[in-house]
């Protein structure tokens, strides 16, 4: 179970900065464009946000999952990583389906 802590444990640092990128800094070119070539210039800090919060909850889900599993020697962290990328989806879905028309 610690190789998958040191596994899960990069992968959630990098989602971790690559949403706060997103999100505060507003780095819409880390999304492809085809996802964000129709986002409106006054829109684009509300996309980056609901990208960037869903990219920065599958990192601190990915980094739980991790700890969960190998403070407890079970899979029971994986369901904290299905419930963070549910949520991640449903914001991603709404970003592309509100402001990507």
């Not at 507003?26 to 919060?53: F, N, Q």
């Not at 299905?82 to 389906?97: C, D, E, H, N, P």
């Amino acid at each position: 179970m610690f190789a998958e802590l040191f596994i899960l444990l990069p992968v959630g640092v990098l989602f971790i900065v690559l949403g706060l990128l997103i999100w505060k800094k507003e780095k819409i070119t880390l999304i492809h464009d085809y996802h964000w070539d129709r986002v409106k210039e006054e829109d684009k800090s509300a996309y980056t946000a609901l990208i960037g919060k869903g990219v920065f909850i599958i990192g601190v889900c990915a980094i739980l999952t991790g700890i969960v599993d190998a403070v407890t020697n079970t899979g029971w962290g994986w369901l904290a990583f299905t419930a963070g990328f549910v949520v991640s989806v449903v914001l991603f879905l709404r970003a592309q389906f509100r402001y990507n028309r």
